[in-house]
């Protein structure tokens, strides 16, 4: 099995290509220079006997194939680098444990986690990936970080410690038919989540345009609503940050503008016992780099 696959190299430099969409930005990323991610590339291509890429104007936008193993590296690597978190020098390093959605921690957590172990290279950032479901059941976590807070009990609401905004845009895939009028949108099917509900609610609550449908499908996690959504199965609702890759790459169109959701991202730290001088570091980082990334989507 391990003679199937590339050296870890390719795919580290083929998964930064993907997610920051060009060679250049991901030399700078990973502290390469052009030239050697590009060989890494042109190796990846050689093993795979495929292409993983297409020219998209100066950049490089994945082709299916491309997006399905950046899909699979994703969820690899933070899985990796989760367990990682789990060994990796438990007596000698201070620890964060952050329960956090599946999709938040791979598609905007663990991209951005970099910034935070160059800074602070002596504190351990261990998390907890569940679904919208089972991370109310999380006990261990120094910090759970979601948008969804206010569902929580009021104990809960009143520990949380906002972080920064949240605005969800509709999404769909460029050619899904949908209607445009005077009295909103309308489309086949929309796509919902299986344990929360509250984003359409918000989003009807806070003006966003009114969709009407004829069926309504829903998964598990954002991600599979994402995926759902560009492969052309309905219209989804999802913050922005989670879908800026698919916006960026044309895989997914946004129908009308961002709404914002008051509430916001918010952290809500462990029930019995105080904030560790690591974990208000990661607080504060967290803060800074969800209102950075909002400021640059501006």
């Given amino acids: 099995?391990?003679?199937?696959?590339?050296?870890?190299?390719?795919?580290?430099?083929?998964?930064?290509?993907?997610?920051?969409?060009?060679?250049?930005?991901?030399?700078?990323?990973?502290?390469?220079?052009?030239?050697?991610?590009?060989?890494?590339?042109?190796?990846?291509?050689?093993?795979?006997?495929?292409?993983?890429?297409?020219?998209?104007?100066?950049?490089?936008?994945?082709?299916?194939?491309?997006?399905?193993?950046?899909?699979?590296?994703?969820?690899?690597?933070?899985?990796?680098?989760?367990?990682?978190?789990?060994?990796?020098?438990?007596?000698?390093?201070?620890?964060?444990?952050?329960?956090?959605?599946?999709?938040?921690?791979?598609?905007?957590?663990?991209?951005?986690?970099?910034?935070?172990?160059?800074?602070?290279?002596?504190?351990?950032?261990?998390?907890?990936?569940?679904?919208?479901?089972?991370?109310?059941?999380?006990?261990?976590?120094?910090l759970a970080v979601l948008w969804d807070w206010r569902s929580?009990?009021?104990?809960?609401?009143?520990?949380?410690?906002?972080?920064?905004?949240?605005?969800?845009?509709?999404?769909?895939?460029?050619?899904?038919?949908?209607?445009?009028?005077?009295?909103?949108?309308t489309a086949p099917v929309r796509i919902g989540h299986d344990h929360t509900t509250r984003a359409w609610d918000l989003w009807r609550a806070n003006g966003g345009a009114d969709l009407k449908t004829e069926q309504v499908i829903a998964f598990p996690h954002s991600h599979l609503c994402i995926e759902a959504a560009a492969a052309g199965l309905g219209v989804a609702l999802i913050e922005r940050r989670l879908v800026q890759r698919e916006l960026t790459g044309g895989r997914l169109v946004a129908l009308g503008d961002p709404v914002a959701f008051d509430d916001g991202f918010a952290a809500i730290p462990h029930p019995a016992r105080a904030a560790s001088a690591q974990t208000r570091l990661f607080l504060d980082w967290l803060k800074a780099e969800l209102t950075a990334d909002q400021t640059a989507l501006a």
């Fill in 152 to 185: 929580y009990p009021a104990d809960d609401q009143s520990r949380a410690i906002r972080l920064a905004d949240a605005n969800f845009v509709l999404v769909a895939a460029p050619d899904y038919p949908v209607s445009v009028s005077a009295g909103g949108l």
């Fill in 1 to 142: 099995m391990p003679d199937l696959l590339p050296p870890l190299s390719t795919l580290r430099a083929f998964e930064a290509v993907v997610r920051l969409g060009s060679v250049s930005r991901a030399a700078r990323g990973l502290g390469r220079t052009h030239g050697a991610v590009s060989k890494q590339l042109s190796a990846l291509h050689a093993h795979a006997g495929v292409r993983f890429f297409e020219k998209a104007g100066t950049g490089l936008t994945p082709t299916p194939a491309g997006r399905k193993l950046a899909a699979a590296i994703a969820e690899t690597f933070a899985t990796l680098a989760g367990a990682y978190a789990e060994v990796a020098r438990p007596s000698r390093s201070p620890a964060v444990q952050v329960a956090c959605s599946a999709t938040f921690a791979m598609r905007w957590l663990v991209p951005h986690l970099a910034g935070f172990t160059v800074a602070h290279p002596e504190v351990r950032v261990r998390l907890s990936m569940t679904s919208a479901r089972e991370i109310r059941a999380e006990t261990d976590a120094d």
